[in-house]
């Protein structure tokens, strides 16, 4: 079982960056596609970016594409979401989460990803 934990969360004012980390724990790393999501109070998990296995194929949210950048190391068992321009509508508990089955490609459907963190509280003031 992968165990994923993410840092990276707090406080920033509109236009700010951060970036995100989530760290896990399998050393078959490079088997799962990741994803990051993020939930807002009262909202549903959407997809806020995904990688591939081999970090050659990526998928951004209309809302975050261009702002957000996604990465990943398999050689140290990170995946990156960069964070820039962000906007108050930005704020949510962010996830990541991997996904064993899409061999070639991502998936930005929730229920396609097998393991999740435990969230990482990013709040955008304005």
């Known amino acids: 079982q992968v165990q994923l934990v993410e840092s990276g969360g707090g406080l920033v004012q509109a236009g700010g960056s951060l970036r995100l980390s989530c760290a896990a724990s399998e050393r078959t790393f490079s088997s799962y596609a990741m994803g990051w999501f993020r939930q807002a109070p009262g909202k549903e998990r959407d997809i806020v970016a995904a990688?591939?296995?081999?970090?050659?194929?990526?998928y951004y949210a209309d809302s975050v594409s261009g702002r957000f950048t996604v990465s990943r190391d398999n050689a140290k068992n990170l995946v990156y979401l960069q964070m820039n321009s962000l906007k108050p509508e930005d704020t949510a508990v962010y996830y990541c989460?991997?996904?064993?089955?899409?061999?070639?490609?991502?998936?930005?459907?929730?229920?396609?990803?097998?393991?999740w963190g435990q969230g990482t509280q990013v709040t955008v003031s304005s």
């Open positions: 989460a991997a996904d064993r089955t899409s061999a070639v490609g991502v998936s930005k459907y929730k229920d396609q990803y097998d393991y």
């Open positions: 990688i591939s296995r081999s970090d050659y194929i990526t």
